[in-house]
């Protein structure tokens, strides 16, 4: 497994506007690479174990290692342009997948930031407790470890880099229901054929 350090957002064909332009990842301290790396390491393993098949099969359109160890990458923006609107907020927000357009059509791939300020680095919740304390049996995370948690973030942002047709964008403004729907879609998948 490559090693994360300050890994540029790889694998983007440049057009005529491209938003992650100059765009690196944040060389993080000692811990949070420590921490990335051990979880892209856990990642490998269940994304190239034959019993997991399935979920392999959910990132039809992509090599998945190949896609995690080009594109993901860790800050406090989504876009290059620091801008309000543009930043992850500390805990509402755990990841961004950011679409890539080739030609006006999207293309698997994409990027995907983690939030530095999120329970995935901090593993608390904004009240500061822990993270997984905080989950219900409703939750598709309901009894995983803060590890597979992690994991499980990675998977949820990596089947939107899938999702060439933007059938289960959780983003969409101004609908919420249909975000929830979405994203919860994914989450059964993910926790049905990956854990």
């Not at 994304?47 to 039809?60: N, P």
């Not at 964008?169 to 989450?187: G, H, L, T």
Request: net charge negative; proline share 4%.
């Amino acid at each position: 497994m490559k090693e994360l350090q300050n890994c540029r957002i790889a694998g983007l064909t440049p057009s005529s506007h491209d938003p992650f332009e100059g765009m690196t990842a944040n060389s993080a301290g000692g811990d949070e690479a420590k921490l990335l790396n051990r979880i892209l390491g856990r990642l490998e393993k269940r994304l190239t174990d034959s019993k997991r098949s399935k979920c392999r099969d959910l990132f039809d359109k992509l090599d998945p290692v190949s896609y995690l160890k080009e594109n993901l990458m860790t800050g406090e923006y989504w876009l290059s342009d620091e801008n309000a609107e543009n930043k992850l907020g500390p805990y509402d927000e755990v990841a961004r997948h950011t679409p890539f357009f080739e030609g006006g059509t999207r293309m698997a791939g994409g990027s995907i930031v983690l939030n530095q300020h999120s329970f995935f680095f901090t593993g608390t919740a904004p009240n500061r407790q822990r993270f997984t304390e905080t989950l219900t049996t409703r939750s598709a995370m309901f009894g995983l470890s803060m590890d597979e948690i992690r994991e499980f973030v990675i998977l949820h942002e990596m089947y939107h880099a899938n999702d060439t047709k933007g059938r289960f964008d959780d983003n969409v403004p101004d609908n919420p229901r249909q975000n929830y729907e979405n994203a919860e879609a994914i989450n059964k998948l993910i926790r049905k054929h990956c854990f």
